[in-house]
């Protein structure tokens, strides 16, 4: 699609400008849109590059263009138009619109009420090494597999590391984020000095926030090989967890890196976890 402003910066000093961000997105859009499309969606849009102030969108207006729709959900005060993509012609016009970060929801559109994964976002403190992350990753998928549920790992783009796991959509929001919680607190009542189940930022010191809130209704997770609006363009990305001993961050790929990947790739590394049937353990 025709771009306005095509050559304008969106990571200053980098060389990076709105072309190569809808050119990475058209490049990626294989991999990408299984974890987007039909997802009622929240946008970080950067009108001036990320140097500038940038916001979220959730709700659809006319003027964010062709292929990007509205869904109309339920709030406290009545319904809310939201916004969603079917395919790359929806994302396209949304980088159009300066949006660069792409946060879907953990439900479809047609059934919003009864969410299909969960997402436990393992967020470091400063100082926290690397290799205690890709240990939280692994304990996180351990004490999943006990309960029957298999799950896939994805690079944040930032700090830290996603454990995501797919559901059939049966449960409600409150179980999901209730099963979400028990686990997060049971890892930080085991390992108190590792892991923190809690949101506040006093108690997070040397440990590892285990973020469970992901799981409520409304709330939101950066869908894989999303842009960050970051310095470097690091990329979400999401991996087989034969790889994720090969990474050195939750940044290791940015928009070059992750494009040639997309380009050498002969399957999906979450192929079976849109594939996979699970529910909820009782």
Known sequence: MRLTSPDREVYPGEGITKRHVAEYYEAVAEWLMPELAERPTSLLRCPDGIGGDCFFQKKHADSLGPGVHAVCLDERDGEDEYIYVRDIEG??????????????WGARRRNPEKPDRLVFDLDPADGVPWKEVLRAAREVRDRLSAAGLESWPRLSGGKGIH?????EPRAGWDRAKDFAEAVARAMAGDSPDRYVASASKALRKGRIFIDWLRN?????????????ARPGAPVAMPLRWEELGRTRSGGHWDIHSARRRAARLRSDPWEDFFQVRQRLPR
């Open 216 to 228: 409520g209704r409304g709330n939101t997770s950066v869908a894989g090989w999303v842009l960050r």
């Open 91 to 104: 994302v396209l016009s949304l980088v159009q619109m300066n949006a660069i970060e792409f946060h879907p």
């Open 163 to 167: 454990v995501c796991v797919p559901l």
